[in-house]
């Protein structure tokens, strides 16, 4: 599905304990898709281990992205009280701060999140926030908050949230 018209608000995000595994790749779709999916294997392998509840949809926050490829996190957010020390140094156990963002979504398969991207550059640059492409640097880190979970969704009914810090 193609949206016809960008759906966008700005919102305040709230803090929240994550659970929060790095990870580093090429910058093809094919390349991110499976390092993301590497990572948050990692994530959930993790939650389980020391029985962590989630609280929260997972996220992929974009540290940087170009040419040498792009940095990523891969955080779940957890339950404060569930929250214990976690011995595993692939992951870190942290708060992601809270902010105020522009929250873009994403309807339809992964493999469509391109279209979205264009069209929200496509918005920014109407908005007068974006001049280049270039000019997503500013908006990092941003991040895909996934709503629904892609094992028991049709890709069809897929939901993912964008989000980029207001500047």
Known sequence: MI????????????????????????PPPACIGEAIKTALG???????????????????IYNSYGADGVSFTVAMPVSAASAGPVDDPSCELKTLGGSKAYRFTHHGPYSNLAQTYGQIT?????????????DWAKYMPMWEEYTSDPQKTPESDLLTYIYLPVA
């Open 122 to 134: 496509a918005f920014m640059k109407a908005q007068g926030w974006m001049q280049s492409e270039a």
């Open 3 to 26: 949206a016809t018209e960008i759906e966008f608000a700005e919102v305040q995000v709230p803090s929240a304990l994550a659970l929060q595994v790095p990870g580093r790749c090429g």
């Open 42 to 60: 990692k994530v959930m392998t993790i939650l389980c281990q020391h029985s962590l509840a989630p609280a929260g949809a997972p996220r992929v």
